[in-house]
């Protein structure tokens, strides 16, 4: 679902495909997809093991174009954070 090229991605439409990647790709429960808000703790407040972590960095990094180091992941402690990461990478990509 390669959309970064043809999409115009605000936050309202990156949440929407998070939850999107969520319930087609990481078995996450119907609470955990409704728990996808901008202030949501990623970890402990998605309740995310380790392979979830990993299918949502490879998905946010196939769709959307960006690669993240282990440095700009570090500060990343909610949806919002991690949003505006994603948003920070696109803008920067298309400089």
């Known amino acids: 679902m390669a959309e970064s090229s043809s999409a115009v991605w605000n936050e309202t439409s990156i949440v929407s495909h998070l939850k999107h990647v969520a319930q087609e790709q990481m078995n996450l429960t119907p609470e955990q997809i ?3 808000r901008p202030e ?3 970890i402990d407040g998605l309740e995310l093991d380790s392979l979830a972590q990993v299918v949502l960095m490879t998905s946010i990094e196939r769709d959307f174009g960006c690669t993240f180091s282990p440095e700009q992941l570090q500060g990343v402690e ?3 954070d991690l949003v505006q990461l994603i948003l920070r990478s696109l803008q ?3 400089v």
């Open 40 to 42: 949501a703790r990623i």
């Open 92 to 94: 920067a990509s298309h």
């Open 34 to 36: 409704a728990a996808i």
């Open 78 to 80: 909610t949806v919002h």
